[in-house]
């Protein structure tokens, strides 16, 4: 294209996605290097195993061989448990008896309105089994497989606690809420409730990863489904090394429990960015920027408040063997209110670079339309998207076919 022609579809382009070129105002932060407990409510289910489940504030995980999250300066975060055998006072390695069970948080009183975007870094630690697959056998696990949680819309004061396909006893799900497993392996690892205990079906549409099997048959909800396994981000990683000692030395297995790689499109041993962008009644969920669900609550009874959840469960009742092992860490969480992203574009060679803020750009798709001329036919821009220092774009060829550009939510 001719760099007048260029620079006139640029510059609608903008126009078009630049609603609003405000920085989003924060509404809440905790990067939990301080103990702020009393800033927060603990909701437990089932209440007669509270003892069983555990929420430490600035916890330090650097004993675990875990690196400072991104963004971090320490190694302090939240850490939650649940189903611990014993009882986190005092855990035991016999594997006793357990239920279905977890808690929640939130923060105390909080109401940040009907459009808001909560952001902050994930880590989920588990053991494997203790054989030669390790960390990739959540069959043989022993305990070791189970939930973080992170909803948006509740009241704050109910216990969200889900198991594999159902809340625990004396749970409740007033929010829209999203599951994932660390080890991967139960066909739905990547989950949607709809202010419900179950689960939204693959066929309602919200899953990024399509409403359909896979070409190898794979589910859209299971972590081995092609959707997640093209993520980069959910490789196969390893344990820190540490944890082979802290293993062996909590319970001397016959085989390491974290020799070995997860499976592949499973969310643990890695910081995870998690986003969950609320606009009115549409949600949209998030990891390391590609969309894993997008929800329309607007069908649904009124959601339980305007507030978040952030949750560990256990998805069956077995106890785990390594009950110091197994827990989810929160980082760097903020809520801030919504501003539109302003698009902005640069010519390099023969490429065009489409970027936009990250802080207020997550969850938007980056589209673009030959003319202007209704109906419009927008279309998504394929391609991969990157992130650097707060940053994310895309870059296509500078053709010489005039196109249009702009960013869309959901």
Same mark, same amino acid.
């Given at each position: 294209?001719?760099?007048?022609?260029?620079?006139?579809?640029?510059?609608?382009?903008?126009?078009?996605?630049?609603?609003? %070129?405000?920085?989003?105002?924060?509404?809440?932060?905790?990067?939990?290097?301080?103990?702020?407990?009393?800033?927060?409510?603990?909701?437990?289910?089932?209440?007669? /195993?509270?003892?069983?489940?555990?929420?430490?504030?600035?916890?330090?995980?650097?004993?675990?061989?875990?690196?400072?999250?991104?963004?971090?300066?320490?190694?302090?975060?939240?850490?939650?448990?649940?189903? =611990?055998?014993?009882?986190?006072?005092?855990? !035991? @390695?016999?594997?006793?008896?357990?239920? =279905?069970?977890?808690?929640?948080?939130?923060?105390?009183?909080?109401?940040?309105?009907? &459009?808001?975007?909560?952001?902050?870094?994930?880590?989920?630690?588990?053991?494997?089994?203790?054989?030669?697959?390790?960390?990739?056998?959540?069959?043989?696990?022993?305990?070791? @497989?189970?939930?973080?949680?992170?909803?948006?819309?509740?009241?704050? @004061?109910?216990?969200?606690?889900?198991?594999?396909?159902?809340?625990?006893?004396?749970? &409740?799900?007033?929010?829209?809420?999203?599951?994932?497993?660390?080890?991967?392996?139960?066909?739905?690892?990547?989950?949607?409730?709809?202010?419900?205990?179950?689960? &939204?079906?693959?066929?309602?549409?919200?899953?990024?990863?399509? %409403?359909?099997?896979?070409?190898? /048959?794979?589910?859209?909800?299971?972590?081995?489904?092609?959707?997640?396994?093209?993520?980069?981000?959910?490789?196969?990683?390893?344990?820190?090394?540490?944890?082979?000692?802290?293993?062996?030395?909590?319970?001397?297995?016959?085989?390491? %429990?974290?020799?070995?790689?997860?499976?592949?499109?499973?969310?643990?041993?890695?910081?995870?960015?998690?986003?969950?962008?609320?606009?009115?009644?549409?949600?949209?969920?998030?990891?390391?920027? @590609?969309? =894993?669900?997008?929800?329309?609550?607007?069908?649904?009874?009124?959601?339980?408040?305007?507030?978040?959840?952030?949750?560990?469960?256990?998805?069956?009742?077995?106890?785990?063997?390594?009950?110091?092992?197994?827990?989810?860490?929160?980082?760097?969480?903020?809520?801030?209110?919504?501003?539109?992203?302003?698009?902005?574009?640069?010519?390099?060679?023969?490429?065009?670079?489409?970027?936009?803020?990250?802080?207020?750009?997550?969850?938007?798709?980056?589209?673009?339309?030959?003319?202007?001329?209704?109906?419009?036919?927008?279309?998504? !821009?394929?391609?991969?998207?990157? &992130?650097?220092?707060?940053?994310?774009?895309?870059?296509?060829?500078?053709?010489?076919?005039?196109?249009?550009?702009?960013?869309?939510?959901?």
């Amino acid at each position: 294209m001719s760099s007048k022609l260029f620079y006139r579809a640029v510059a609608s382009a903008i126009f078009l996605a630049s609603f609003s %070129t405000a920085q989003a105002a924060v509404l809440f932060s905790d990067n939990f290097n301080t103990d702020t407990s009393s800033a927060w409510t603990v909701n437990v289910a089932p209440a007669a /195993n509270a003892l069983q489940q555990d929420a430490v504030f600035a916890f330090d995980y650097s004993p675990y061989g875990i690196p400072a999250a991104p963004g971090s300066s320490d190694t302090l975060g939240l850490r939650l448990r649940s189903n =611990i055998p014993g009882s986190a006072a005092a855990p !035991v @390695t016999t594997r006793p008896a357990g239920v =279905i069970s977890g808690l929640s948080v939130s923060p105390t009183g909080k109401d940040f309105g009907q &459009s808001y975007h909560l952001s902050f870094y994930a880590w989920v630690n588990f053991n494997g089994a203790p054989n030669s697959l390790g960390l990739k056998d959540n069959a043989n696990s022993e305990g070791g @497989t189970h939930n973080i949680l992170f909803a948006v819309g509740t009241s704050g @004061t109910l216990p969200l606690v889900v198991g594999n396909t159902a809340l625990a006893s004396g749970a &409740s799900m007033d929010a829209i809420g999203f599951a994932t497993t660390g080890d991967g392996g139960i066909t739905s690892d990547y989950r949607v409730y709809p202010k419900s205990g179950t689960i &939204s079906p693959t066929n309602t549409g919200v899953y990024a990863a399509g %409403t359909s099997n896979d070409v190898q /048959n794979l589910a859209p909800m299971a972590n081995v489904n092609v959707y997640y396994t093209n993520i980069a981000s959910l490789a196969p990683h390893s344990a820190p090394a540490v944890q082979q000692t802290l293993s062996t030395a909590e319970y001397p297995d016959a085989i390491n %429990t974290q020799a070995g790689q997860t499976q592949i499109g499973s969310f643990g041993f890695a910081w995870h960015k998690v986003d969950l962008i609320k606009i009115g009644s549409i949600v949209k969920w998030t990891i390391d920027n @590609t969309a =894993i669900a997008t929800i329309d609550s607007a069908s649904l009874a009124p959601l339980g408040g305007n507030n978040i959840a952030l949750g560990d469960s256990d998805v069956n009742a077995s106890t785990t063997r390594h009950p110091s092992l197994l827990f989810s860490l929160f980082e760097n969480l903020t809520v801030s209110d919504i501003s539109f992203p302003t698009l902005s574009a640069n010519l390099t060679g023969g490429n065009l670079t489409l970027s936009w803020p990250e802080a207020t750009g997550v969850g938007f798709v980056l589209q673009s339309a030959s003319n202007l001329s209704s109906p419009v036919s927008w279309a998504n !821009v394929p391609g991969s998207l990157a &992130s650097n220092a707060g940053t994310l774009s895309m870059t296509v060829p500078a053709t010489n076919a005039q196109s249009f550009f702009r960013l869309k939510f959901p």
